[in-house]
């Protein structure tokens, strides 16, 4: 059946041909539906409980995805004339980038104080081109002495400040972030070429948005022609032919184009993550066209013509071919049971990139060679070398055999040392500026790290409450005695200046109103004093029954963020009786995602195990060989976890849809080699030792090339900046360097040793 469908194709070749060209440009013609998706929410489900509980926050107080200006004066004063005009400079233009609706800074922080009976609210620095050198000192000694402005907009030592904008992106087209990132790196741009003497940096959600395409962007410039270079000149090194060569290159293109085109028509949007599936479309798509070509050439030095030549070509491999296609989609579409959706779509992307690659290598490929001349004088490379080796195996099959289990076995009891870790803005490797950026403020101003805890009274106005204020700078001074805490900002803070300032700025007076309708009176004085912009609604909701806790902190790890938040939700059910309290933001999110996403990808990885095993068995037409194959399918992963608990020991978000992915990948050469191995054994009647040999003749290259190219394809994405991205490349070449390693030494010695025993 399939010798007469092949022969049909080469009859038919040049409206094939035409055909499949229509065909992809009508997939590819999707392309035009395709759009970035810039926001860091990507990567949480819409049913993520940590998602839903950071919308709430935000939709009971104001949203607060932030640009932040670091101000570094050269001279290591922020109090000086030239460096608060300055920021007063990027504090006015601040509110000139698109969708910012607040700007905080040292020069319009409100500051209150008091006058006889009055209290004036003002900013703290309405003119520093007139200010003396008293009233530089004045500003100095209460920026660095108020809560609200200390490790957050100023640094203790005065050596650096910050201006924070305020974005709320109505989020109803992609330019949003690219717009408001544009405006602020002119700002920056402009204050530099202004002030010499002054260096800006730019940190911020909004500003790791804009990160995201900018790195996938960087890599499609710099990673995608050194992966299509590598893969043709590995090609025309195998194939010894332009032809071969060329039409291998034009499945591999349009299998990718048509990928994007179908995402495109699909709605899928464009991410890091999705950006990582060309590269894997492209070295998965050289195997089918390799096995086809391989096996085409060594018929033709026997003395077949072209047209033969495919024929018994697509004879012996449709069957393994379609088999490793299916098994590979399987494990691609495995990433759909991931909780971050990013990996549904690259999953997905991939699928149907490897389903394009198998339609286009069975149709496709076997008309333009076809068509274009091709001469089988000379072997494809590799042929005498591959002969030899399969010699050596079966000679030393039992110490192979022995020797594999035994190194395979140290490395998978190295398993446990991994543990489930990551930091979220080490997913931006340091060529990036927002790392480096990220880096600087830490380091020198405030943490771009922060939790928002929500507390919430029984009844409208309850903030004002004694005893709820109480309980709630009870919960901001333990907050404030913890290591990993650079910045508490609270609404009773302000209580407590607003006090002192109505006793005549008596120091005494700096605590709680002891009366809530005292306090009452205080919050509608000073609330009705602000300027626009610069109101306390990121503070407490409409109806002054909630208020929030922004908590800032250093850079941590995942699993201290977690045990940061477990040890806070103990505390406050222990301290606050009567009051609801809830924790949300980026950190929080990013924190919980890579626990859940092993969880959920501990069940795909075993759905797809279970389909890829009933794959295996009906195409082998044997339960045995079916069980048989799973052991040079799985251990690669597993060894290769080992490998990474040796030498790193974290494993993230990104490196926990590994197995899944790689389960399908790797099954590749175990089905080839088993295929070519039970041909000899049915077919011609070989035994164990010689069917052995004869798949090492026929399919022995094949393998080492295809891996060879799959794992530079992967190693290639290793070189990523974008870290998911590296991190998966890196241990998914692992991955397929060992399964290559058990398919030839431990699958051929284990299959002599299997016939022996029978």
């Not at 094939?16 to 990507?42: P, Q």
């Not at 020069?107 to 104080?113: G, I, L």
């Not at 010699?391 to 395979?408: C, K, M, P, S």
């Amino acid at each position: 059946m399939v010798e007469s469908y092949t022969r049909w194709i080469l009859r038919w070749r040049y409206v094939v041909v035409v055909l499949t060209l229509a065909l992809v440009a009508l997939a590819t013609s999707g392309g035009r539906f395709l759009s970035f998706d810039n926001d860091y929410r990507m990567f949480f489900g819409e049913d993520n409980p940590q998602l839903l509980a950071f919308e709430r926050m935000q939709n009971t107080f104001n949203k607060n995805d932030n640009i932040l200006f670091v101000v570094t004066p050269k001279d290591g004063k922020v109090f000086s004339r030239k460096t608060l005009a300055a920021i007063k400079q990027i504090t006015e233009a601040g509110w000139q980038i698109p969708y910012s609706t607040r700007v905080d800074s040292l020069t319009n922080y409100q500051h209150t104080r008091a006058e006889e009976d009055d209290l004036i609210v003002d900013d703290l620095v309405p003119d520093p081109d007139n200010m003396n050198e008293a009233d530089l000192q004045r500003v100095q000694a209460i920026a660095v002495n108020e809560p609200n402005l200390a490790h957050r907009l100023v640094s203790p030592d005065s050596r650096y400040a910050g201006v924070n904008v305020v974005v709320q992106l109505p989020g109803k087209h992609m330019n949003e972030v690219p717009e408001a990132v544009a405006k602020a790196r002119e700002i920056k741009d402009n204050i530099m070429r202004q002030h010499p003497d002054i260096e800006v940096r730019l940190v911020g959600m909004t500003i790791m948005n804009n990160a995201f395409p900018e790195a996938s962007q960087d890599d499609v410039k710099n990673l995608y022609p050194l992966a299509l270079g590598f893969i043709m000149l590995t090609l025309f090194l195998l194939l010894r032919g332009l032809s071969g060569t060329l039409t291998t290159f034009l499945v591999i293109i349009f299998s990718i184009m048509s990928a994007m085109g179908l995402a495109g028509w699909a709605g899928i949007k464009l991410s890091p993550p999705v950006m990582s599936a060309p590269i894997m479309i492209m070295t998965m798509a050289i195997a089918d066209a390799v096995h086809l070509l391989v096996t085409m050439r060594h018929e033709m030095v026997k003395g077949m013509n072209k047209f033969d030549a495919m024929t018994e070509s697509m004879r012996i491999n449709f069957q393994p071919v379609f088999v490793t296609s299916l098994t590979t989609v399987l494990g691609f579409l495995s990433l759909n049971f991931s909780d971050a959706p990013p990996f549904h779509d690259l999953g997905n992307i991939a699928a149907m990139g490897v389903s394009a690659a198998f339609i286009l290598s069975i149709t496709f490929l076997p008309a333009m060679i076809g068509i274009l001349p091709a001469t089988g004088k000379t072997e494809v490379f590799g042929i005498k070398l591959m002969r030899n080796f399969g010699a050596f195996v079966i000679r030393h099959h039992n110490a192979l055999l022995y020797g594999t289990l035994a190194v395979a076995l140290v490395l998978i009891a190295m398993l446990p040392k991994n543990e489930l870790n990551d930091v979220f803005v080490e997913y931006f490797d340091k060529t990036i500026e927002f790392r480096r950026d990220s880096d600087y403020a830490a380091e020198h101003l405030t943490g771009v790290y922060y939790i928002d805890y929500a507390l919430t009274s029984s009844e409208p106005g309850g903030i004002s409450d004694p005893e709820f204020l109480r309980k709630a700078d009870l919960f901001v001074q333990h907050l404030r005695s913890l290591p990993q805490v650079i910045h508490v900002q609270s609404i009773t803070d302000t209580f407590k200046r607003l006090n002192k300032n109505m006793h005549g700025d008596d120091p005494a007076w700096y605590r709680l109103p002891e009366q809530r309708d005292l306090a009452a009176q205080y919050l509608l004085l000073y609330e009705m004093s602000l300027p626009y912009g610069l109101d306390l609604n990121n503070q407490i909701d409409v109806s002054k029954s909630s208020t929030k806790i922004a908590v800032t902190l250093e850079t941590m790890s995942t699993n201290d963020i977690l045990a940061l938040e477990q040890e806070t939700a103990e505390w406050l059910k222990q301290n606050l009786d009567g009051i609801e309290f809830y924790a949300s933001g980026p950190t929080v999110m990013f924190a919980h995602i890579g626990k859940r996403n092993i969880h959920s990808m501990l069940i795909g990885t075993s759905v797809a195990l279970v389909l890829i095993s009933l794959v295996l068995i009906l195409f082998l037409k044997s339960v045995r060989y079916g069980l048989i194959s799973l052991i040079p399918n799985l251990l690669p992963a597993a060894m290769a976890f080992g490998i990474w608990g040796i030498f790193v020991g974290q494993v993230g978000i990104a490196l926990s849809v590994v197995t899944g992915m790689t389960l399908g990948i790797v099954v590749d050469d175990t089905v080839h080699f088993l295929s070519k191995y039970l041909r000899a054994r049915r077919e011609k009647n070989l035994n164990a030792e010689q069917a052995v040999q004869y798949a090492f003749n026929s399919v022995g290259v094949a393998l080492l090339v295809t891996s060879v190219v799959l794992i530079a394809g992967f190693m290639i994405l290793a070189q990523s900046h974008f870290e998911l991205n590296a991190g998966m490349g890196l241990l998914t070449s692992i991955v397929i360097a060992l399964a290559l390693v058990t398919d030839f030494l431990l699958l051929p010695p284990l299959l002599i040793k299997l016939e022996e025993k029978k």
